[in-house]
């Protein structure tokens, strides 16, 4: 099985391989060419390569740091140099390390700014008296500058991609959660109210028509086994109700409900009709006392209107529930709109209007 490097893992490497890179000139000649015993100085410098290591560290998983971790980054790096002075070759890698501290824990454009000044500063210090540590300084400055530069953008960079990726995956998970609750209310809302309906026409029936009464405790076992379908067609996104079939039994609940159906179909349904139509015929159910509705469909300025209208308004109507909103998301989304309000007569209605596709 291959070996996966994590982020967490990565980060560590390079806030170790980097300093390596800028000290390498030092630590490479310490090891293969210098055998006297190690020197206070050069413990020093080690310690120099552990403080930018954290910098850089630092500076991935936490991003910026504040002032006072910059300063005491900082401070310990340029402390450093002034330790190891009478070491030309130390102390000037030394500096290094300090301008390379400053491009790690100052903001941009202070950043490279001052790495730019402190290691300019540097070699004009160096050059007269040992041009040959310039000479060695100036290469190890340069890869090490682009290596820290592009190491902390790309570090930055991932994090926040990471970052993007959580929360496209956190939206998604909303988007879902909210089809799940808008297809729930809207698949089972007229089926439960159906089945309700049904039940107490039942219980009525039984001691007058127990014939009807068995009818309608049928219709009542057919509603809730489309409602189990429903739940079904919801839980794996194929629930998409067709116009016709929402028209015909909304007909019928209507009827059954002992509310006048008109029907004025003067123009086909689009996709997204139909949803409307069930919303409407659901909400003429169980808010209102509704004795006769109009459901009209007609084609104007290359929009298609759904009219529902219906006689038994409440007095207070009061604030748009649950399935307006969700009607209302579904229509924009589809580019209509949806109007929905009380009218003159006591009346109810509910205006969709959608593009018409050709």
């Keep these: 099985m291959p070996t996966t490097v994590r982020p967490g893992q990565l980060t560590s490497l390079l806030a170790i391989a980097v300093p390596l890179l800028v000290g390498f000139p030092v630590i490479g000649s310490r090891v293969f060419f210098d055998r006297s015993p190690v020197v206070a100085q050069e413990w020093i410098f080690l310690f120099g390569l552990v403080l930018l290591g954290g910098a850089i560290l630092f500076r991935i998983r936490r991003g910026q740091p504040s002032r006072a971790v910059a300063a005491a980054f900082v401070s310990g790096q340029l402390a450093v140099p002034a330790l190891i002075m009478p070491y030309p070759l130390l102390s000037g890698f030394a500096v290094l390390l300090t301008a390379c501290t400053l491009l790690v824990v100052l903001p941009a454009p202070w950043d490279r700014i001052s790495f730019l000044v402190v290691a300019a500063g540097a070699c004009l210090f160096l050059v007269p008296a040992y041009p040959e540590v310039v000479l060695q300084a100036v290469p190890a400055g340069l890869v090490a500058s682009i290596a820290l530069f592009a190491t902390i953008r790309a570090a930055e960079l991932a994090q926040r991609l990471a970052r993007n990726r959580h929360a496209l995956a956190r939206l998604a998970v909303a988007e879902e959660r909210l089809r799940v609750a808008r297809d729930l209310h809207d698949s089972l809302g007229q089926e439960l109210t159906a089945a309700g309906l049904r039940a107490e026409l039942a219980a009525r029936l039984t001691a007058i028509d127990p014939a009807a009464a068995a009818e309608q405790l049928l219709?009542?076992?057919r509603a809730t086994e489309r409602a189990l379908d429903g739940v079904r067609q919801v839980a794996t996104g194929l629930w998409r109700p067709e116009f016709d079939e929402e028209l015909?039994?909304?007909t019928a609940l209507l009827e059954a409900a002992g509310v006048r159906?008109?029907?004025r179909l003067r123009a086909a349904a689009p996709p997204g009709a139909s949803w409307a139509l069930r919303e409407a015929i659901t909400n003429v159910l169980?808010?209102?006392?509704a004795r006769r509705c109009v459901v009209t469909t007609e084609e104007?300025?290359?929009m298609f209107r759904l009219t529902v209208d219906n006689d038994g308004a409440h007095a207070s109507p009061g604030s748009p529930g649950s399935g307006l909103t969700g009607l209302t998301d579904r229509i924009t989304a589809l580019g209509g709109r949806v109007r929905a309000g009380p009218a003159a007569g006591?009346?109810?209605r509910l205006l969709v209007e959608l593009?018409?596709?050709r």
């Design 286 to 289: 169980k808010h209102s006392t």
């Design 355 to 357: 593009p018409v596709t």
């Design 219 to 221: 219709a009542v076992q």
């Design 346 to 348: 006591r009346r109810f």
């Design 248 to 250: 015909e039994r909304g």
């Design 261 to 263: 159906a008109e029907l």
């Design 300 to 302: 104007k300025d290359g």
